[in-house]
């Protein structure tokens, strides 16, 4: 009798938990490209590699990592974005200009947003 009653509750609050906890990763996942300004990086692309990589589930990040050199040597660039049918990679070729606003994560730095300053002339 009593674990006609226990079971069921049981099993409706690992439902519950397991709700609210796909819930907040998904709203995770949809705020994942909203860095703080807090500073800005701008120098000459030498690298750049885009990959898909599982967030949580069935949710997926698009993943570019940049290496750009400037005046204090070089920077790695990390820029996360939702991964949707409707997303696309920047499209940055090696040597153009850009200037990234973001936020500093130890030696990583996390774009905000990437922006096309100067394009090289092939």
């Known amino acids: 009798m009593v674990t006609a009653i226990v079971i069921p509750i049981l099993i409706g609050y690992f439902y519950w938990i397991t709700k609210k906890e796909a819930k907040k990763q998904k709203e995770r996942w949809e705020n994942l490209s909203h860095v703080p300004s807090e500073a800005r990086v701008e120098g000459k ?38 991964f949707t049918p409707t997303i ?24 905000g947003n990437m922006k096309l300053v100067n394009r090289k002339m092939s």
């Open 45 to 82: 692309l030498l690298s750049i590699h885009t990959e898909n990589k599982r967030f949580y589930h069935q949710l997926y990040i698009l993943e570019t990592t940049c290496r750009i050199q400037n005046d204090h040597g070089l920077t790695t660039i990390v820029y996360r974005q939702p």
């Open 88 to 111: 696309t990679a920047p499209s940055f070729n090696k040597g153009d200009q850009l200037q990234i606003v973001g936020s500093w994560d130890g030696e990583v730095f996390l774009a």
